[in-house]
């Protein structure tokens, strides 16, 4: 069951925790300060294939910019791995920030280690997902590249419609609420991917 799976989810976030106590967060190396921001945005073109309920696919951004500017920024849109989530890369995201740089770190909902939307519902990682991301990492070669192809295909169309949704968002974010501080300072003639 899926509360059993996300029981799972959290024993194995805890023992982690455990395993690899939290260490201190570098200094950023940039002239800026850094702020922060985070939404919720729901895919009315498309259903969330892992959700039980039929509902449509929300994704959570979250971000890191510049504070003491005006002048627009490249913006810099963030994947996470298997077993990652939208904080996965933070000392990079912050270090961006500070040298004038927008980040945007989507969470991929069911694919994030978890999530965590702007209400403060937290959702965990698809157990069905987990298994296969790890006989996939687990070996260099599964005995049936086909299914693998198949598998790791289907995985990134999702994260590929997911990409694109969030840029399509943040355009007419740009567009429609130019004084927001976080909207206001993308520059949508530069934008790079990472992940």
């Keep these: 069951t899926r509360f059993a799976g996300n029981c799972l989810v959290f ?25 922060t921001a985070r939404h919720t945005w729901t895919d009315p073109t498309r259903l969330d294939p892992f959700a039980a309920d039929g509902s449509n696919r ?7 910019y510049p504070e003491q500017t005006t002048e627009p920024c490249p913006l810099i849109v963030f994947s996470h791995g298997a077993f990652g989530y ?12 500070s040298h004038g740089y927008v980040v ?8 994030a280690f978890f999530t965590r939307d702007t209400s403060g519902t937290m959702t965990f990682a698809d157990t ?8 996939l990492n687990g070996t260099h070669e599964t ?5 693998t192809y198949q598998t790791t295909r ?16 943040l355009r007419a974010e ?12 993308i520059d949508l003639d530069r934008i790079g991917m990472f992940g």
Excluded: K
């Excluded at 929300?58 to 890191?64: G, I, M, N, Q, R």
């Excluded at 289907?154 to 968002?169: N, Y």
């Design 11 to 35: 024993i194995f976030a805890l023992s982690l925790s455990i395993l690899c106590p939290p260490f201190e967060m570098p200094t950023p190396t940039g002239t800026y300060s850094i702020g």
């Design 58 to 64: 929300s994704l959570t951004v979250e971000f890191w």
């Design 86 to 97: 939208s904080g996965s890369n933070l000392s990079t995201f912050r270090e961006l920030a």
């Design 104 to 111: 945007a770190s989507i969470g991929h909902t069911y694919q």
């Design 128 to 135: 069905a997902f987990l298994q296969r991301a790890s006989e």
């Design 143 to 147: 005995g049936n590249t086909e299914e």
């Design 154 to 169: 289907e995985w990134m169309r999702l994260r590929t419609a997911d990409a694109h949704f969030v840029l399509d968002t």
């Design 174 to 185: 740009c567009l429609q609420t130019p004084a927001d501080a976080l909207f206001s300072r």
